[in-house]
C-alpha cells in the first residue's frame, strides 16, 4: 500500500519501515502505522514516499537517540518541504537543528540561558522537538538574529524557519494529522491504482514480486527471456546474413542490365532493380 500510494518500489518502502522500527525499537505490528504515517507526510508536505524513504534511514536514528518521536518528525518534515524547501536539504536542516538542541555551542548555550530557555538534550527528550521550539517562540527567540545565535549553521536554520514563521500553527495541525493517519496508506493506494501510471506500476510490481530471483516462476521466467534473448540475437545476425547476400544480388543484377542496354544500344541511366521496391 505505501508502494502503490507512494509512488515508490515495494523495497524502498520496506527498507524505509525496517529502519524505522530498528530506530525507534519498535516491533513489525506497527508497520502499518508506520507506513500511514509516511503517506500522512506525503499528503501534508511537498514530498513524496519514494523521497522520504530514501532520506529517513539518516535521520531517524538521531531523532530517536534524541527523543524525538516519527509523529513529530514526520510533521516537521511536511511543515518544512511544503514551504519549498527541498527534499534532501530539509533532512539535513532537521538533523542539524536536533544536534543543535542535543550539544548547544556555548554561544547558543548562553543566548538559551539569557532568554529563559532550556536548551539541552533533556529538555529534547522530555518537551519534544515541538515542545523545545514552542519555547524559543513564548521567550521571544525566533527573531533571524537569535535563530543564529541557537542554531548556527545555515542548514539548520533553513529548516526552522519555516517551523517558526507562523508560530509552530502548521507544524502543530501537521502533528495532528499524524495521530489520525490510520488507513491513509490504503486510501492513498486506491486513489493512485484507479490512474493509467498505477495500474503499469502496480503490474510491474507484481511481475517484479512474481519473478524474484529464487521463485519457481523466476526461474522458469529467466530461462523463457534467455531462450527469447539468444532467438532475437540468432534472427538479428540472420537478416544481417541475409540482407547482406540479398544486396549484393540486386546489385550484380543492375550491372548485368546496364551491359545488356549498353550491348543493344538502349540507354541504361534509368535502369535500377531497387531492392526496397
Known sequence: LGATGGFSELA??????TSVLNAYGLESDQAAKLVDGFIQ????????????????????????????????????????????VPVESTFAGLRQVIASIQKP??????????????FSATALSTKGLGGVLQE?????????????LLF????????VLPLLNDQLVS???NLDNQAKAQGTAARAAFTASNTIQGQLTR?????????????????????????AAVTVEALGLAFKVVGGIVKGVFSA????????????????????????Q
Open 105 to 118: 555551542t556555548s554561544e547558543a548555550a548562553k543566548a538559551a540561558e539569557k532568554l529563559g530557555i532550556d
Open 152 to 159: 548556527g549553521s545555515v542548514e539548520a536554520r533553513t529548516a
Open 136 to 148: 524559543v517562540v513564548d521567550k521571544g527567540g525566533a527573531s533571524e538574529e537569535t535563530l543564529a
Open 203 to 227: 503490474l510491474g510490481t507484481a511481475f517484479t514480486n512474481l519473478a524474484s530471483e529464487g521463485s519457481d516462476f523466476g526461474v522458469v521466467i529467466r530461462e523463457v527471456f534467455k531462450i
Open 12 to 17: 524502498t518502502v520496506a527498507d524505509a519501515t
Open 41 to 84: 507526510t506525503q499528503n501534508d508536505g511537498k514530498i513524496v514516499v519514494d523521497q522520504y524513504a530514501q532520506q529517513i534511514g539518516r535521520l531517524a536514528p538521531i531523532a530517536a537517540g534524541a527523543g524525538v518521536g516519527i509523529d513529530e518528525l514526520n510533521a516537521a518534515i511536511s511543515t518544512v518541504t511544503a514551504t519549498g
Open 253 to 276: 543484377v543492375n550491372e548485368v542490365a546496364k551491359a545488356i542496354a549498353e550491348a543493344i544500344g538502349i540507354d541504361a541511366t534509368n535502369i535500377v532493380f531497387d531492392l526496397e
Open 171 to 173: 507544524f502543530n495541525k
